[in-house]
């Protein structure tokens, strides 16, 4: 052991570490100089650091070499510990440790450069077989003053990175670095890493995959030395020289377990995980991480159950190809638009009805047997190919492109909408092309394209002078097939018709032909529908061939009447259609009409010989100029014209692009009866149908009307009129006001009628509470409203049940509501107390008389109607006769109105302050003046200006908007037609 006097030379120094062990207590410091610690006594010691290590930090108070050694101090019994091998060894490295034993000769040397760095030593317990390590600090020791975390730890999600950001007291000095640690398993074991940054902000992430459902994550931030360190967790504590976990031993937080999916199939979790959606083998997945995935490809995963995809509500596009599905439930994933499925083990996809959207389908090679695709009317894409289908209906799926279903040899037959386009379609595909190609179809060439069952089919045969060899069609099933003349008096139910071996079909009037797929007429062979019969098509994608003849007598009309027609086959020529009406060839014109939407007028149809009708549309025809029928060309006989349409048979939607708010003369497009009420629900328009019926010169509106309230007629009912009652009949047109950009005939609003031999008759409506009012006189005049009780309808405007009086005429009689004119007014269910309105006008002074045209529900059992006249101050019980009176020329409406109760005394209308009524709501004026009529109303502000004025109202019910003037109080000035005045007060 070296003397006293070679331990000052060597300028030793002793941190002193104070040690509490259960056997006994003991101090351990190092001796030396360059601290300033000469002799046992003053020995510098070390203090408690992280874990069980001991710490001491220092600045050196003179540069060279120093030496140095350990001092253990065990209740004063003195050792000293130096190198291993008891010789002096060099030190300088920092981050390196160092053994040491027992020795009385021999020190750790360090070189210190200058006295501005500090020098941080550790040992890791203190106890009688230590290790040292050093750091130097080229500079200021920083320490960790504050650590924050996002996101919080109440909010941390499943499988999400956790941000640490550090703060530090000051920026690091070279050779110190900061770095976080953290576990999710208690200290079981941990991972530490550096965190990055400069100044005094430090960042490091704990990774997604520690966060996993349910885990219980610790961590700490602290410094050490950046030179010559290997951490991990075993030696974190070793090699620490500062730490915060604000106050406590750890921050830590738990990973919400809540709002999962469970992923039973661990080959789909491992798939999930691969993609960054899942983060750790537990059987489940967070919820928030998948539902707003929308591409997700798990193919070649093995997944033998992909319970769990559930969970991804966003999912566009799915592909699980090559798998080990058995089973696939796609029915809870709303958006799914392309699934790919080949190369599993699937026998069924029933769910796939749950998506009428899906485009894309893909299930080659898998065991399907039968595959359900009725309810996928979007898709493009359908290749079925290498399964163990037996059947397959593709029929409806309008859309579909590209189809594939080879190799699967017990498939005979597929259902499709159009054999033609299937069977002509490509049969193999330059890959180069794909999609450009506009159909690409390809099947086993044992495999037949039909539009019905291929082994269930019925042929109309000479045999017995004419029968069915399989049993008549009437289940819509078979394909039928007429090989022979065929005209019998019964309906056809079938799948398909086809009409060849030039047979000549004629459906006689009343019967009708259903079809759930195309109707084929051979060259050679025809089809012809006799009047009053239909061909009704359920399939909208149909495709028919071949042209058939429509007859479609008119009303009897005279000479120089019209008809609004429709066509119901395609490709049919004006003037091939009616040959015999007026046409003009120089200067052109013509008696063939088109209705203008933005004029409100009929345009001439220039030329109608090169000129065919337009699907879905309406055109006005006058009669043929001359016929032999006796007395038609002299205009005194009516003719009812055999209207002949020939073409393809129209099926399909029919849709017309419109203007808003215009009038638009359209047409039934089929042929077969289109349901009126089917219409007006099917489309946004104002619920009313306009019929053209009007002989040529006669007085009144040439428009009968319809809506869910029911209908009233022209002048010309009785002789040839149109009553509508529910139906539009082939080859009819009609005027109606569109509310949308779009009117539509669909198939959907197909029927067969076979009871239906007038133009627009049908079957009676459900039950309402009607009148049917007409307005006569002695030269001919004719107007009918229609008052309705109905559940729906309001006192106001209802589209569908409110019909505008068209306003073609200058005498009429309709119901007044807000003070405009309706044929057809529907109200809420009756009530005895109701009173309505009426309006009258005519421009010939004289004298009119109204009356009940007919009635139902309530009023056919015996309740009364009444007709009040408040200019001759008189009360007619209608039910009993009709009323007459003398009108002057002009527009009253306040002399009438319609109640159910008797008045026990007539009394002289009041005008006072309480009969008038005034109210605003939404910034309309209401004014009500009871039973008196208004002849002006002025609208002042409190400053007296005139703010708004109607005149010549002539009502007692009428409403002013538009008020410019708001949130003020107005005085409202009603002056009667006797000049009585009545103001009131009104806050707008």
């Not at 595909?429 to 506009?438: F, G, L, R």
């Not at 319609?898 to 006072?912: E, G, R, W």
Request: aromatic content about 10%; charged content about 15%; glycine content about 8%.
């Amino acid at each position: 052991m070296k003397n006293s006097t070679q331990i000052v030379k060597r300028n030793y120094f002793i941190p002193l570490l104070l040690l509490f062990f259960a056997a006994s207590f003991g101090q351990n410091g190092i001796i030396g100089t360059a601290f300033g610690a000469l002799d046992w006594s003053t020995t510098n010691s070390f203090s408690a650091g992280a874990g069980s290590s001991r710490i001491y930090t220092a600045t050196p108070n003179s540069t060279g070499d120093q030496y140095f050694r350990l001092v253990r101090n065990w209740s004063g019994d003195y050792s000293q510990f130096g190198p291993s091998g008891c010789v002096d060894t060099p030190w300088n490295s920092p981050g390196v440790v160092y053994g040491m034993s027992v020795c009385g000769s021999g020190a750790f040397v360090i070189n210190f450069p200058n006295m501005t760095d500090n020098y941080v030593i550790k040992t890791p317990n203190g106890d009688a077989s230590m290790d040292l390590l050093y750091f130097r600090i080229q500079g200021a020791i920083s320490n960790v003053s504050t650590v924050v975390q996002s996101p919080l730890a109440t909010n941390v999600p499943l499988c999400s990175e956790t941000t640490v950001t550090a703060t530090l007291d000051a920026a690091l000095s070279t050779g110190q670095a900061v770095y976080l640690r953290y576990t999710n398993d208690a200290w079981s074991s941990s991972t530490v890493v550096a965190m990055t940054g400069s100044g005094t902000t430090y960042t490091a992430a704990i990774p997604s995959l520690v966060n996993s459902a349910g885990a219980n994550v610790s961590y700490y931030v602290f410094t050490s030395g950046d030179t010559g360190v290997a951490l991990d967790g075993s030696n974190a504590d070793f090699y620490t020289i500062n730490l915060n976990s604000n106050g406590g031993s750890n921050y830590g937080y738990t990973v919400s377990a809540a709002g999962t999916t469970s992923i039973p199939d661990a080959n789909f979790e491992q798939a999930l995980i691969d993609l960054g959606l899942d983060c750790s083998l537990d059987g489940q997945v967070f919820t928030s991480n998948i539902s707003g995935v929308t591409y997700l490809d798990v193919s070649n995963y093995n997944i033998a159950d992909l319970t769990g995809i559930e969970g991804f509500t966003s999912l566009y596009e799915l592909t699980c190809e090559s798998n080990l599905l058995t089973s696939l439930d796609v029915s809870a994933l709303p958006t799914l638009r392309n699934l790919s499925m080949l190369g599993n083990q699937l026998v069924n996809a029933s769910d796939l009805k749950a998506h009428p959207n899906l485009a894309y389908l893909d299930c080659d090679d898998n065991l399907f047997t039968s595959i359900d695709v009725s309810t996928l009317t979007n898709l493009t894409d359908l290749y079925c190919s290498g399964n163990q289908l037996t059947s397959l209906d593709v029929r409806g799926l309008s859309n579909l492109q590209y189809f594939e279903c080879t190799n699967n040899p017990s498939l005979s037959c597929i259902l499709v909408d159009d054999v033609a386009t299937a069977n002509t379609a490509t049969t193999t595909i330059a890959e180069q092309n794909y999609p450009s190609q506009p159909y690409y179809y390809a099947k086993d060439a044992t495999a037949k394209y039909s539009y019905c069952d291929c082994d269930s089919t019925t042929t109309w045969t000479s045999a017995s002078g004419g029968s069915w060899s399989n049993g008549i069609p009437t289940t819509g099933t078979y394909a039928a097939i007429i090989a022979f003349d065929y005209s019998e008096a019964a309906n056809i139910n079938a799948c398909s018709l086809t009409v060849n071996t030039n047979a000549n079909v004629t459906i006689p009037s009343g019967y009708n032909v259903t079809l759930n797929a195309p109707l084929i007429v051979e060259t050679g062979s025809s089809f012809t529908l006799s009047n009053n019969s239909n061909l009704v098509q359920t399939n909208k994608n149909s495709v028919n061939s071949g042209a058939i003849k429509v007859n479609r007598n008119s009303n009897p009309l005279y000479r120089l009447d019209y008809t609004m027609w429709s066509s119901p086959v395609a490709g049919q020529n004006l003037l091939a259609f009616s040959p015999l009406t007026s046409v003009i060839a120089s200067p052109p014109s013509s008696r063939f009409y088109t209705y203008d939407s933005a004029t409100d007028l009929y345009n001439t149809v220039v030329n109608p010989s090169v000129t065919s009708f337009s699907i879905g549309s309406g055109y006005l025809i006058r009669m043929p100029n001359t016929d032999p029928t006796a007395g038609y060309d002299a205009g005194t006989a009516t003719l009812s014209y055999p209207g002949l349409f020939t073409g393809v048979p129209n099926n399909g939607d029919v849709t017309l692009t419109v203007a808003s708010g215009t009038y638009n003369a359209i047409g039934n497009p089929y042929p077969s009866v289109v349901n009126a009420n089917d219409f007006i629900n099917g489309n946004s328009t104002d619920g009313t149908l306009y019929f053209w019926r009007k002989t040529n010169g006669a007085s009144g509106t040439a428009y009968a009307s319809y809506n869910l309230v029911g209908a009233v007629v022209t002048s010309d009912s009785g002789n040839g009129g149109i009553t509508p009652k529910g139906h539009i009949q082939v080859g009819q047109g009609f005027i109606v006001n569109a509310t949308s950009t779009e009117l539509k005939f669909t198939n959907a609003m197909r029927e067969a009628t076979p009871t239906s031999i007038q133009f627009l008759k049908t079957k009676k409506a459900v039950q309402q509470d009607r009148i049917w009012l007409n307005l006569t006189n002695a030269s001919g005049v004719f107007s009918q409203a229609l008052i309705g009780y109905i559940d729906g309808a309001t006192v106001g405007v209802d589209n569908g049940y409110d019909g505008k009086y068209i306003n073609d005429s200058s005498i009429a009689l309709t119901s007044n509501i807000n003070g405009e004119e309706y044929t057809i007014q529907g109200r809420p269910a009756f009530d005895a107390t109701d009173v309505v309105p009426l309006n009258f006008k005519t421009d010939a002074a004289g004298d009119y008389t109204i009356a009940i045209d007919h009635t139902d529900g309530l009023f056919a059992a015996g309740q009364e109607v009444y007709l009040v006249d408040k200019t001759t101050n008189t009360e007619t019980n209608l039910k009993s006769g009709s009323y007459t009176f003398t009108a002057a020329a002009g527009v009253d409406n306040a002399r009438f109105t319609l109640k159910y109760q008797k008045t026990l005394k007539v009394i002289a209308p009041v005008f006072n302050d309480d009969s008038v009524t005034v109210y605003r709501n939404n910034g309309t004026l209401f004014v009500n003046s009871g039973a008196s009529a208004i002849q002006n109303i002025k609208v002042y502000d409190m400053l007296g200006r005139l703010i708004a004025e109607q005149k010549k109202v002539k009502a007692n019910t009428t409403i002013i908007s538009n008020l410019k003037a708001t949130h003020q109080a107005l005085i409202v000035k009603v002056t009667s037609e006797d000049n009585k005045v009545v103001n009131k007060k009104v806050v707008n």
